[in-house]
Every structure is written in C-alpha cells, then in structure tokens.
C-alpha cells in the first residue's frame, strides 16, 4: 500500500426535510473519522443555501488508515444511521491537492478545517462543574434573600426559573471562560 496521505470527497444528496438530522449527521462521522490512527483532518460544505447537494472530504495519512476507517464498524453504523436521509453519489480519492476546489464554484460553509483534539468526557464534565456550582450557588442564594416566598414555590418551578436563568449565562459566559481558563489542562500540548 500506498504511504502517501489520501483525500476522499463524497458527493451526497439530502432530504431537504432533515437538514438538521443530515447536519448532526456529518458531524457524528467527523466526530468518529477523527478517532482513527492516521485521521489528518475532515470538512464539508453545501452546493448552495438551498441545495440537497453536499459535499464532504476528509483525509488519512495513508491507504492502510483510510482502510482501517473504511472497514470499521463504527463508519458503517455512521453510514446505515443516515441511510434513510442521505444518499452518496460520487467518491473520488486523490493523493494531491490539485482539483479539489474547482468544483463546486459557489458554495455555503457549514464545517471545514481540520477536528481538533476533544479532551475526555471526565475533564468535560469536571470543567462544567466548575462552571456550573459557583453559579448556582450564587443564584441560589440570592434568589433565596431577594425573592419572598421563594422556598414556597414547588420544586418544578424553582427547576425551571434556575435553569431558564442560568443556561444562558452557562452557555455564554461561565463555559468560554472556564475553557479559556483551563485549555492548557483541557487540551495539553502533545
């Protein structure tokens, strides 16, 4: 086999009704491709705002890797769970760069570029956490001395105001900055 790195791009049609489905779709597969030994990198765009045509490319250090990806269980899981949605069209492999941006000539960027390293769900979810206590106990405590009668409220609606109320900030300012915070834990530098 071949060492030198391999592009695959994979012409797809998409049922316009689950463009939403069909996006957490391509995701998943990124998400799984970059997993494999020899994963260099994977994106993907549409024909057009309103095109079903979809392109997608991604990339392996060699044939033996791309083999190892093509073969796996996980891609043809991947592959059975969009069958109902997507349908592929056309599959090129290259081992240069050149022609792969001739076509299509107008496009709409939905993803592209390389995955990055995705630290483990255990560091994820000490990173929430850090995030998420402080908040909630500041919330708590101040809902607690500045809104009477809250302890008489039923569970459900003080679960609902918390989480209609702290989402938000947990999504937009606790999270970017705790991540900011420990990147160099998060993802440290191979």
Same mark, same amino acid.
């Not at 492999?93 to 076509?103: H, K, L, M, P, V």
């Not at 405590?141 to 938000?168: D, F, K, N, Q, R």
């Given at each position: 086999?071949?060492?030198?790195?391999?592009?695959?791009?994979?012409?797809?049609?998409?049922?316009?009704?689950?463009?939403?489905?069909?996006?957490?779709?391509?995701?998943?597969g990124i998400n799984l491709a970059s997993n494999y030994p020899g994963f260099?990198?994977?994106?993907?765009?549409?024909?057009?705002?309103?095109?079903?045509?979809?392109?997608?490319?991604?990339?392996?250090?060699?044939?033996?890797?791309?083999?190892?990806?093509?073969?796996?269980?996980?891609?043809?899981?991947?592959?059975?769970?969009?069958?109902?949605?997507?349908?592929?069209?056309?599959?090129?492999?290259?081992?240069?760069?050149?022609?792969?941006?001739?076509?299509?000539?107008?496009?709409?960027?939905?993803?592209?570029?390389?995955?990055?390293?995705?630290?483990?769900?255990?560091?994820?979810?000490?990173?929430?956490?850090?995030?998420?206590?402080?908040?909630?106990? &500041?919330?708590?405590? &101040?809902?607690?001395?500045?809104?009477?009668?809250?302890?008489? &409220?039923?569970?459900?609606?003080?679960?609902?105001?918390?989480?209609?109320? &702290?989402?938000?900030?947990?999504?937009?300012?606790?999270?970017?900055?705790?991540?900011?915070?420990?990147?160099?834990?998060?993802?440290?530098?191979?």
């Amino acid at each position: 086999m071949d060492n030198t790195p391999i592009t695959v791009s994979i012409e797809r049609t998409v049922d316009p009704a689950r463009i939403f489905e069909a996006t957490a779709w391509m995701q998943t597969g990124i998400n799984l491709a970059s997993n494999y030994p020899g994963f260099l990198g994977s994106g993907w765009v549409r024909a057009g705002t309103y095109s079903t045509t979809w392109h997608m490319l991604y990339r392996f250090a060699d044939d033996a890797a791309l083999l190892h990806w093509e073969q796996s269980p996980e891609r043809a899981w991947w592959l059975q769970s969009g069958s109902s949605f997507v349908h592929e069209r056309t599959t090129e492999r290259r081992t240069g760069i050149e022609g792969w941006f001739d076509e299509p000539t107008e496009i709409t960027v939905e993803h592209a570029g390389v995955v990055a390293d995705v630290p483990p769900r255990w560091k994820q979810a000490v990173a929430i956490w850090l995030g998420f206590f402080p908040l909630n106990l &500041l919330f708590t405590l &101040l809902v607690t001395l500045l809104v009477p009668g809250w302890e008489a &409220l039923p569970i459900i609606v003080h679960v609902l105001i918390t989480t209609l109320c &702290l989402t938000p900030i947990m999504t937009y300012v606790m999270l970017p900055g705790v991540t900011r915070l420990l990147r160099p834990w998060l993802s440290p530098t191979k």
